[in-house]
């Protein structure tokens, strides 16, 4: 016999007996003598280390059979076994799972390194999750099922037949109907099914697009549900549709059409007059049409949207005085189309005294208009006709009056007078927070703004195609110091230079810088201000050469912007 197989058998004979240490000799002799031992040695010795309570030891040489026989099982199991002795469970699953992808299906010993692979990960599984619905009180299930969604409300009828019917059992569940993510087009037949299980309560509804909702949906909930105050409609509805289910809404406050087909402006002034409880109308309409008609009690209205996609021939004029005369509590007015010279708007605004946002966008306005001294915030976009005079006195002098102004808008409108815009920002009363002069056409003196103090409040700051040097980005570091959110993209004349000291200005740190398309920032100076916590939008430009080059500091002095 093999004198190295006689030691190995006397070893196991002693370490049957629970003599470890006369066996390990006898393994560590075999071992010594070969240069490559087998695996079923290495296996012994790792064995009889464990006895010993050295595992360190064992863990050696059972990765040592894993370097030796990748191939088989034996070196796997070992080492999962001396892992988890050194409560390494996940180690020893890893372990499983490196040796399942190396051991072959041919091999007869793979199964019994599943097994070892399926037991520890059952053992590392949560223990079994228990029914929150049988646990639970109804009452605070219900509290907790409030906070999801209507589309996860929708999901969980499916887990068993026992939350089905508490679900089905909640009508506060059901309050608000929301399809504006079906994947699937939804049938009349369930509709009508989550109705029901409102049991009349039903109070918001928004349906998708035409095609994914049945067409008859919006008209059964219309005439089902009287306690309706919230509509939202996406696409696909006909004016005569809507206006034929305006007197079964009799509690809507929020009505809300998103890029609506077949929607005039004759519909919307007649949508106006029949729910006469409106408080919030947003209409993006196919055409403005004829001159509109505003009838009916409209006191009740605070929010007005007329977004038009298409404009038509004939009369334009919006009548929008008449407008005021209905509705004089209005807090939000926002006219916007996608043409070139849209409708005709009138400028004087003053009688709504409690407008705190006006957004005028694409409109051909008489003069600059006549505000109110409740505004708050004003959006002024590619208006036309707009100059810097008012037919209401002096314009410059009104304008003074606006201490409430804290966000204004002007980007780009024809005709209208840097002076105009020196006057709505440099009033000395107003506190801006907001100011956005993307793509401005004329000169405005934003030096002589920071110097007079007129933009020390700004939090968000848009300077996008507008020329701004190193030494005005300074000024901005310098002035606006609650400043967290810049836009100067598009800038032919920034460096590196200016970015470090925005990066490093005293008082509120910038959270979002947008460097877009500056062709001279490179991109060290990018990282820069990433490396200071600063999200930066930044397009990497083609050309780096206009890049002025200037040392980071203290921090890193090998690198440059």
Known sequence: MDPYVRVQNQGQELYKQKDFKAALQCFDWVIAQCADP????????????????????????????????????????????????LDKNETALGIYQYGLKNVPDS???????????????????????????????????????????????????????QWKRLLESLPTLWRHLDLSKTKKKVRLSAVQA????????????TL??????????????????????????????????????????????????LSGHEISLDTVTQMLAKCHILEHAEFHIRVYGTAPRWEGDLSKLRVLKLHSTKDSSGNRRLELNKLFEKAPHLHELSVQTRTTGG??????????????????????????????????????????????????????MALNDFSLLTSLTVSPTRNLLPEAVHALIGTGKNKLTKLDLHAYESTI??????????????KEFRLSNYVVSDQLAESIAARCLGLTQLDLSYNTRLTGVGVKSLVLKPGEKLTTLNLNHCIGVGIDAVDYARGHGIEVLFTFPDNMRYGKRVRLGPRDDSREL
């Open 38 to 85: 087998p695996l079923s040695v290495l296996d012994n010795r790792a064995a009889t280390y464990t006895k010993l309570g050295e595992l360190q030891a064992a863990l050696r040489d059972s990765r040592r059979m894993i370097h030796v026989g990748k191939a088989e099982v034996t070196g796997y199991l070992r080492t999962g076994q001396v892992l988890q002795l």
């Open 107 to 161: 091999n007869p010993d793979v199964k019994s390194l599943r097994g070892m692979y399926g037991k520890l990960a059952a053992k590392m599984s949560p223990l079994k999750a228990v029914d929150p619905i049988q646990v639970l009180p109804v009452e605070l299930a219900q509290m907790i099922l409030e906070y999801l969604n209507f589309n996860n409300v929708v999901t969980l009828l499916r887990v068993s037949k």
């Open 194 to 205: 989550y109705v029901r299980r409102s049991r009349g309560s039903l109070t918001h509804a």
């Open 208 to 257: 998708s697009q035409y095609d994914s909702v049945d067409k008859n949906a919006f008209a059964y909930i219309a005439s089902r549900c009287k306690r309706l105050q919230y509509l939202e409609l996406r696409t696909g509805i006909s004016g005569e549709s809507l206006l034929k289910a305006a007197p079964s809404m009799s509690s809507l406050k929020t009505l809300i059409i």
């Open 343 to 396: 409708p005709r708007i009138a400028s004087d605004f003053s009688s709504l005294t409690e407008l705190r946002s006006l957004a005028l966008s694409d409109v051909d306005i008489e003069t600059f208009p006549c505000l109110p001294h409740s505004l708050q915030s004003l959006t002024l976009i590619n208006t036309w006709g707009i100059g810097g005079r008012s037919d209401h006195g002096d314009a410059y």
């Open 445 to 458: 003196d934003i030096a002589g703004l920071l110097a007079a103090g007129h933009l020390s409040e700004l």
